[in-house]
């Protein structure tokens, strides 16, 4: 129930997150993250300067993410996150390209701070279920109620759930969805899962 309350609100946080994206970007600092509220723009996973995404720009806006930035990780809540140290100073032509190398960034990946800390769900993976059909395909994840024991104090509640599928429509599409939580199978630890609300059909 929890879910059908969070998902249009995360959808409208989206809206905001588009509209305001650009802007936003200017209050960055050099080591790519944003002050204070300003940060529920963010990746929470990540920094503004994605290397990989820096990658996937047009030649003329790319610039040398090793020449400037040495990478490490810290522990948030149960999972690794990227940060980066700043090694080098942006020339003036360098900090335009990497103002669009942000702003494709968090266009792609819109919304994400609010989707992990406003609408976020604690993962406990010692009680939940798992349905695949034809792995790689599609997956089911839910929980049951739950009491887990951490750090002497037991917790009850209940397993956000998690629902993804990428089966084919026809020869030429097919689904690309994702619903529920953002479980990560692989974990045993507590962690915490960002909300999804993808509902959408791609050409395969």
């Known amino acids: ?16 997150c588009y ?3 650009w802007i936003v970007i200017l209050f960055g600092t050099d080591e790519g993250q944003l ?5 529920l723009w963010n990746t929470w996973d990540d920094t503004l300067d994605n290397k990989t995404d820096v990658g996937r720009m047009p030649k003329f806006l790319q610039y040398d993410w090793d020449e400037h930035y040495q990478a490490y990780t810290v522990q948030l809540n149960g999972r ?19 103002y669009f190398c942000r702003c494709h960034w968090l266009y792609r990946n819109c919304a994400y701070g609010f989707a992990y800390y406003w609408f976020g769900e604690d993962f406990f993976p010692l009680s939940y279920f798992m349905y695949l059909d034809k792995p790689g395909d599609s997956y089911l994840i839910y929980g049951n109620r739950f009491s887990y024991p951490i750090d ?13 599928c990428t089966a084919s429509i026809n020869d030429n599409w097919r689904w690309e969805i994702y619903l529920g939580w953002k479980i990560q ?3 045993l630890a507590p962690h ?3 909300i999804a609300t993808r509902l959408w059909i791609k050409r395969r």
């Open 1 to 16: 129930m929890k879910y059908f309350i969070y998902a249009p609100l995360q959808l409208v946080c989206m809206v905001l």
């Open 152 to 164: 002497g104090v037991t917790l009850y509640g209940r397993n956000p759930w998690a629902f993804k």
């Open 80 to 98: 690794k996150v990227f940060r980066e140290k700043l090694m080098k100073p942006f020339s003036t032509a360098e900090k335009v390209k990497r």
């Open 19 to 21: 509209l305001t994206n």
């Open 185 to 187: 199978r692989s974990e």
């Open 35 to 39: 002050p204070g509220f300003l940060n």
């Open 192 to 194: 915490r899962a960002m």
